[in-house]
């Protein structure tokens, strides 16, 4: 089903065309459309797609950019969803971790991939198993680990993105050997995460 709208005394009409034909090469909408005369789409002339338009990304096994930095590798990025999210892997080894913290920027998601993860909140701790989701709002503060002995492989998204420039600024501080627990939290509160131990 097609929709469209049409402006009439100020007045804002959506009408559904529930019939489609298609004739020689020629795409009618019909039944309901207001016009007087079915309005027509030539496929060979009007099917264009626009460079700014979103595109299909494909991301495949064992690809995307990886920091050193917690084990994380981009999956998509901000850039590459237009702001609406970003999708990361990450491994922690035994026992690794990080510390009570809270975002105000941006929901978690988290897949267990292999492994398990341990969930730290005000009042309950949780652990989720391989194949279990997580979904972490913001602002409300929370740990995570992984419990097990051996390494665990998660996959994050965060709604919306920019956690990524984060993981980004902390490499390139790393790299430059700036990196100490003062400008840790510096770069946190610059994305929105404060440190609560």
Not at 68 to 77: C, D, P, S, W
Not at 110 to 136: M, N, P, W
Not at 152 to 169: N, V
């Amino acid at each position: 089903m097609l929709a469209y709208t049409q402006k009439r005394r100020d007045k804002s009409y959506l009408f559904c065309c529930v019939s489609l034909h298609i004739k020689h090469g020629v795409q009618q909408l019909m039944g309901g459309c207001p016009f007087t005369e079915p309005f027509k789409w030539d496929f060979r002339k009007e099917t264009v797609v626009k460079s700014d338009d979103p595109q299909p990304i494909f991301v495949s096994p064992h690809s995307g950019r990886k920091l050193e930095f917690r084990g994380v590798t981009h999956k998509l990025t901000s850039d590459q969803t237009g702001g609406a999210y970003y999708l990361f892997e990450s491994v922690f080894g035994p026992g690794d971790g990080n510390r009570l913290h809270v975002h105000s920027r941006e929901d978690e998601v988290c897949y267990v991939l292999v492994g398990a993860l341990e969930i730290r909140l005000a009042d309950q701790t949780v652990v989720v198993e391989a194949g279990s989701v997580a979904h972490l709002p913001k602002n409300i503060p929370h740990a995570i680990r992984n419990p097990l002995t051996t390494p665990s492989h998660y996959l994050f998204m965060t709604i919306p993105a920019g956690l990524d420039r984060w993981f980004d600024a902390l490499e390139s501080a790393r790299k430059a050997g700036t990196l100490d627990d003062a400008m840790y939290r510096k770069l946190s509160l610059d994305y929105g995460i404060e440190w609560l131990e």
